[in-house]
């Protein structure tokens, strides 16, 4: 199976090196198995995905990250989150959800009362720095240093773009066989579920998002800018024990997306009222 065919009359020099297929006829097994994995190897870097072999275009840089909590809270929306894995592999998902904890008074954040431990310690460093933490000792959360000191902003859920067969495996090796097969829609609507559809690892914890070569941030070029009438702003998830921070409408995610982890009505209706009331302003100030 593995003999080369020679072209009748022509000759090969005795000197010329021999070709990977003679190489192949020669080995012993164990060797040939060496060689076919170093050509599975190489055919695979050769299709993978033209963002590996170039720094990405769109990515959000230093600067992006430097504004206060709330403010970068509402600007993640309408990003893409992008994990390159180690086979060079791209996961992309659109940010459609996230809270903003802005530590200090923030009685629901980690580092409440400037509280700094080994556990929270990104959420003190420089603004663009990956705070990755367990919740329920299985599961993990993502989030983003801000400005401030302290704060950060959790990514709770994304739309996914890119990679949705990979992110379907992920996930699936975290669910019982007999669980029924999750929708697009249900890949990255989550916290957690985010971090194993894009393979998020604890490891990430105090990387810079700005730089790191395996997750960054990016513009999508082709979308239209977030209007203010399309964020709701609503309370956080799962911190009904904080008082009245439970209340506060720290949470950001674009109306009407499927992927939004939670919706409230009552929010969105109460965010209709602020843009109208927005809108009266500045025609009362044009007058």
């Not at 923030?106 to 460093?125: C, E, P, V």
């Not at 704060?151 to 994304?158: D, G, K, Q, Y």
């Not at 730089?211 to 609503?234: G, N, T």
């Given at each position: 199976?593995?003999?080369?065919?020679?072209?009748?009359?022509?000759?090969?020099?005795?000197?010329?090196?021999?070709?990977?297929?003679?190489?192949?006829?020669?080995?012993?097994?164990?060797?040939?198995?060496?060689?076919?994995?170093?050509?599975?190897?190489?055919?695979?870097?050769?299709?993978?995905?033209?963002?590996?072999?170039?720094?990405?275009?769109?990515?959000?840089?230093?600067?992006?990250?430097?504004?206060?909590?709330?403010?970068?809270?509402?600007?993640?929306?309408?990003?893409?989150?992008?994990?390159?894995?180690?086979?060079?592999?791209?996961?992309?998902?659109?940010?459609?959800?996230?809270?903003?904890?802005?530590?200090?008074?923030?009685?629901?954040?980690?580092?409440?009362?400037?509280?700094?431990?080994?556990?929270?310690?990104?959420?003190?460093?420089?603004?663009?720095?990956?705070?990755?933490?367990?919740?329920?000792?299985?599961?993990?959360?993502?989030?983003?240093?801000?400005?401030?000191?302290?704060?950060?902003?959790?990514?709770?859920?994304?739309?996914?773009?890119?990679?949705?067969?990979?992110?379907?495996?992920?996930?699936?090796?975290?669910?019982?066989?007999?669980?029924?097969?999750?929708?697009?829609?249900?890949?990255?609507?989550?916290?957690?579920?985010?971090?194993?559809?894009?393979?998020?690892?604890?490891?990430?914890?105090?990387?810079?998002?700005?730089?790191?070569?395996?997750?960054?941030?990016?513009?999508?070029?082709?979308?239209?800018?977030?209007?203010?009438?399309?964020i709701v702003s609503a309370p956080r998830i799962g911190i009904e024990s904080h008082g009245e921070w439970a209340k506060k409408p720290l949470r950001f995610y674009l109306r009407g997306h499927p992927c939004v982890s939670v919706v409230n009505k009552a929010a969105e209706v109460q965010s209709g009222n602020n843009k109208k009331i927005v809108c009266a302003n500045k025609t009362k100030t044009n007058l």
């Amino acid at each position: 199976m593995l003999a080369l065919a020679v072209s009748p009359g022509r000759s090969e020099s005795a000197n010329k090196p021999p070709n990977q297929t003679q190489l192949k006829r020669k080995a012993s097994p164990a060797k040939l198995k060496k060689l076919f994995v170093s050509d599975n190897v190489q055919n695979v870097v050769s299709e993978r995905s033209q963002y590996f072999t170039r720094e990405p275009q769109h990515r959000l840089g230093e600067d992006f990250f430097h504004q206060p909590c709330i403010s970068l809270a509402k600007a993640l929306l309408g990003k893409v989150l992008v994990r390159r894995c180690s086979d060079g592999t791209e996961l992309r998902g659109r940010i459609v959800e996230t809270e903003s904890y802005l530590g200090g008074e923030d009685k629901a954040s980690h580092s409440a009362g400037g509280r700094r431990t080994d556990r929270n310690l990104a959420m003190f460093m420089k603004p663009g720095t990956i705070y990755v933490y367990p919740i329920y000792g299985i599961y993990l959360c993502m989030n983003i240093s801000s400005e401030g000191e302290g704060a950060a902003v959790l990514l709770r859920s994304l739309e996914p773009l890119h990679g949705l067969p990979v992110m379907r495996e992920l996930r699936a090796a975290r669910r019982k066989e007999s669980a029924r097969q999750l929708k697009d829609k249900e890949l990255c609507n989550g916290p957690s579920k985010l971090c194993q559809a894009l393979n998020i690892p604890r490891c990430f914890d105090r990387r810079d998002l700005a730089s790191d070569p395996e997750v960054w941030l990016e513009r999508d070029p082709d979308e239209s800018p977030i209007k203010y009438q399309d964020i709701v702003s609503a309370p956080r998830i799962g911190i009904e024990s904080h008082g009245e921070w439970a209340k506060k409408p720290l949470r950001f995610y674009l109306r009407g997306h499927p992927c939004v982890s939670v919706v409230n009505k009552a929010a969105e209706v109460q965010s209709g009222n602020n843009k109208k009331i927005v809108c009266a302003n500045k025609t009362k100030t044009n007058l």
